[in-house]
């Protein structure tokens, strides 16, 4: 396990652990199972919601507040 560190953050108002530095769609794939494109989900990081474009690039960091949203496809 060397160099590998981990922090911990809130995902829909549970704690989880992943790698420092790990991006949303990093995250998302963690935490969904799946691919972050084949997700149809919206995220919000401490608040704001981010676009689709915006999970490969942002950086998670500690303590962090996810809050992971299932889009109802309708219509």
Request: no cysteine; charged share 15%.
């Amino acid at each position: 396990m060397h160099g590998h560190q981990m922090m911990q953050l809130t995902v829909n108002q549970q704690a989880f652990v992943i790698e420092a530095k790990a991006t949303v769609a990093a995250l998302l794939t963690a935490w969904s199972g799946q691919s972050d494109e084949q997700l149809k989900v919206a995220v919000a990081l401490n608040q704001r919601v981010l676009t689709r474009k915006e999970w490969s690039t942002q950086q998670l960091e500690p303590k962090d507040e996810l809050l992971i949203f299932n889009l109802v496809a309708g219509g």
